[in-house]
T-cell receptor, first 120, second 117 residues
Framework: GAVVSQHPSRVICKSGTSVKIECRSL??????MFWYRQFPKQSLMLMAT?????????EQGVEKDKFLINHASLTLSTLTVTSAHPEDSSFYIC????????????????FGPGTRLTVL | GNSVTQMEGPVTLSEEAFLTINCTYT??????LFWYVQYPGEGLQLLLK?????DKGSNKGFEATYRKETTSFHLEKGSVQVSDSAVYFC????????????????FGKGTKLTVNP
């Protein structure tokens, strides 16, 4: 099946610094990627939809200036957590549909292994 | 709005026991339904899916039937193995907020399954 990678797998940073997380589709192109945040023992919460060649679409309550998303190519999306604080510590996961379909057809989404961010 | 409710865990079973993880949903329109599995230290993997009412998704001995009348998509397996120990997520698809974009997933909270030998 399709493979999505994330880098780094874990990162520890000081409060106030910025951290960049990369999400790559390794063997397919993805015009859209999704970024999720997962809290311990809780579900994945969609943060934003990353669109190649255009601005990301953020979910309600997600600060776009804090969580910068850039979909630089058909295989790479980056999430930058700016001026990170301890409350930003979490598990960040990206996903990508293998093929874009119109209408209400459903794409199978492939998930990256996640990035554990710890802000001290 | 769209939401998914699944039974809270953790669930602990002995090998070869029968497994049911309940999942119900609330959605406008006709969503597709999914079960994803997250093995320890790994990313989420699609386990099975169903795209319309009465469809049955199946994979690796797991099954789930899309029940529109009860808005449910319960996961079942007749005989679990130690290797099935993982966290299971029920999810539905919803149209993305960006017009014409791919659909996004709404997840339940996840159910941790532990199977003992």
């Amino acid at each position: 099946g399709a493979v999505v990678s994330q880098h780094p797998s874990r990162v520890i940073c000081k409060s106030g610094t910025s951290v960049k997380i990369e999400c790559r589709s390794l063997d397919f192109q993805a015009t859209t990627m999704f970024w999720y945040r997962q809290f311990p023992k809780q579900s994945l919460m969609l943060m934003a939809t990353s669109n190649e060649g255009s601005k990301a679409t953020y979910e309600q309550g997600v600060e776009k200036d804090k969580f910068l998303i850039n979909h630089a190519s058909l295989t790479l999306s980056t999430l930058t957590v700016t001026s990170a604080h301890p409350e930003d510590s979490s598990f960040y996961i990206c996903s990508a549909p293998e093929a874009y379909k119109t209408g209400y057809d459903t794409d199978t989404q492939y998930f990256g292994p996640g990035t554990r961010l710890t802000v001290l | 709005g769209n939401s998914v409710t699944q039974m809270e865990g953790p669930v602990t079973l002995s090998e070869e026991a029968f497994l049911t993880i309940n999942c119900t949903y609330t959605a406008t329109g006709y969503p597709s339904l999914f079960w994803y599995v997250q093995y320890p230290g790994e990313g989420l993997q699609l386990l099975l899916k169903a795209t319309k009412a009465d469809d049955k998704g199946s994979n690796k001995g797991f099954e789930a039937t899309y029940r529109k009348e009860t808005t449910s998509f319960h996961l079942e397996k007749g005989s679990v193995q130690v290797s099935d120990s993982a966290v299971y997520f029920c999810a539905l698809s919803a149209p993305a907020s960006n017009q014409g974009g791919s659909e996004k997933l709404v997840f339940g909270k996840g159910t941790k399954l532990t199977v003992n030998p």
